[in-house]
């Protein structure tokens, strides 16, 4: 048991030093070089970085047929192997740049570009061609045939693969027609392209190059596609209705931040207002004390605080009236106003002002006078 294990595992080592690739300067040999016969790709002893040269080893490739070549993924783009000039081209093996051979000369698989084109071959090329000229089973070919005349037909079957792995033959056939037609199979004559909707039998039938699964011709693969005008309608609608529905749900949430911004600031204006009520009050008390006469009596300073009734009145009470009740401004309280209004009472104005001690001449206070001081004052002058 042990070494039927060694057997089989010697037979898959030796299995996978046959798959290994030569590198530069390793042993190869031309007579193993072939086309895959699936994908038609050129295989040799070599890596696909490295050509089987004729001294039988491996060495670099002196030029390259793809803008990006296969194998040198960990290459940077100038360690490539340089393109071919024009006139001449890149065979598979890629050893060096040759010359386009004529017409009638042989040239590698599909390699429609070793073929030297034709003077008028802008009036020849097309997609299916190169420059006016095609490879057909291995010999280069003008695309000039005609309408009903003899043309040659090369046809190659790839293996394809289905999504579940299954294989299956994928033919491409090619000729050396003119542009809008194409060689029938079976009489060997070029033929008119079909349009989109005829039936068909092969790709090539079609000036479309599609032949759907329903054996009739479909769109390019490349052409544009042309949605019908209600769709368009239908989109502007939508992209109009989306716009819109964001700027109204801006709107919206805008106008509830501006409200919540607007109670938030007259709160803010409420409390300082509220602020400068209370420190008016405060200092409105502080100047109520400061307004009464010299010697005034706790009493008579508490009720000029704290009473605010009708009772307190000069007809009533000899001394001022309570400093937080509002007075003219313009009002005094002297001698003079006494006199006039005769013995006991005392002619006066609502007013919220400093009542001050007047000076008399000669520098001694008159007690019973009392003049409004300025209303910026706030300190008793005795």
């Given at each position: 048991?042990?070494?039927?294990?060694?057997?089989?595992?010697?037979?898959?080592?030796?299995?996978?030093?046959?798959?290994?690739k030569s590198?530069?300067?390793?042993a190869?040999?031309q007579?193993?070089?072939?086309?895959?016969?699936?994908t038609?790709?050129?295989v040799?002893?070599?890596?696909?970085t490295?050509y089987?040269?004729s001294n039988g080893?491996c060495a670099n490739?002196?030029?390259?047929?793809?803008?990006?070549?296969?194998?040198?993924?960990?290459y940077?783009f100038?360690q490539?192997?340089?393109?071919?000039?024009?006139?001449q081209?890149?065979p598979?093996?890629g050893?060096q740049?040759?010359p386009?051979?004529?017409i009638g000369?042989?040239?590698?698989k599909?390699r429609?570009?070793?073929?030297a084109p034709?003077?008028?071959?802008?009036?020849?090329?097309?997609?299916l061609n190169?420059?006016g000229?095609?490879c057909l089973?291995?010999?280069c070919?003008?695309a000039n045939?005609?309408?009903?005349?003899?043309?040659?037909?090369?046809?190659?079957?790839?293996?394809?693969?289905?999504?579940?792995?299954?294989?299956?033959?994928f033919?491409?056939?090619?000729?050396?027609?003119?542009n809008g037609?194409?060689?029938?199979g079976?009489?060997?004559?070029?033929?008119?392209?079909?349009k989109?909707?005829?039936a068909?039998?092969?790709?090539?039938?079609c000036a479309?190059y599609?032949?759907?699964?329903?054996?009739?011709?479909?769109?390019a693969a490349?052409?544009?596609?042309?949605p019908?005008?209600w769709?368009y309608?239908?989109?502007?609608l939508?992209?109009?209705?989306?716009v819109?529905?964001?700027?109204?749900?801006l709107?919206?949430?805008?106008?509830r931040?501006?409200?919540?911004?607007q109670?938030?600031?007259?709160?803010?204006y409420?409390?300082?207002i509220?602020y400068r009520?209370?420190?008016?009050s405060m200092?409105?008390?502080k100047?109520?004390l400061l307004?009464?006469?010299?010697?005034t009596?706790?009493?008579?300073?508490r009720s000029?605080?704290f009473r605010?009734?009708s009772?307190?009145?000069?007809?009533?009470?000899?001394?001022?009236?309570p400093?937080n009740v509002?007075?003219d401004?313009?009002s005094?309280?002297?001698?003079?106003?006494?006199?006039?209004?005769g013995?006991?009472?005392?002619?006066?104005t609502?007013?919220e002002?400093?009542l001050?001690?007047?000076?008399?001449?000669?520098?001694?206070?008159?007690?019973?006078r009392?003049?409004?001081a300025?209303?910026?004052?706030s300190?008793y002058?005795?």
């Open positions: 048991m042990v070494s039927r294990s060694i057997s089989v595992l010697s037979a898959l080592g030796l299995a996978g030093v046959a798959s290994a590198v530069f300067g390793e190869c040999s007579d193993n070089t072939h086309l895959d016969s699936a038609f790709n050129l040799t002893d070599c890596d696909p490295f089987c040269a080893t490739k002196g030029c390259r047929k793809d803008i990006y070549p296969f194998g040198y993924s960990a940077s100038d490539l192997p340089p393109l071919c000039p024009t006139g081209f890149c598979d093996e050893d740049c040759l386009q051979v004529a000369e042989p040239c590698q599909d429609d570009n070793e073929c034709p003077e008028n071959y802008k009036d020849l090329a097309g997609f190169t420059n000229t095609i089973n291995y010999v070919h003008l045939v005609t309408l009903g005349q003899t043309c040659i037909v090369d046809n190659t079957a790839y293996t394809a693969y289905l999504t579940d792995g299954d294989a299956y033959a033919i491409v056939s090619r000729d050396n027609c003119a037609l194409y060689c029938d079976t009489a060997l004559q070029c033929m008119r392209t079909k989109v909707g005829e068909c039998s092969g790709n090539k039938e479309t599609n032949c759907g699964n329903d054996a009739k011709c479909g769109k490349d052409d544009p596609i042309h019908p005008a769709k309608v239908l989109v502007a939508g992209i109009i209705g989306f819109g529905g964001i700027f109204t749900a709107w919206f949430f805008h106008r931040n501006r409200k919540e911004n109670i938030r600031l007259e709160q803010y409420n409390e300082q509220a009520q209370s420190i008016m200092s409105h008390a100047n109520s307004s009464l006469p010299p010697n009596s706790p009493e008579v300073a000029s605080l605010d009734d009772g307190w009145t000069s007809a009533t009470n000899d001394a001022l009236l400093p509002r007075r401004s313009t005094g309280w002297s001698d003079s106003d006494r006199q006039a209004a013995p006991g009472n005392l002619r006066h609502d007013s002002v400093l001050m001690h007047e000076t008399g001449h000669g520098g001694g206070q008159r007690e019973s009392y003049a409004d300025p209303e910026s004052s300190r002058r005795g």
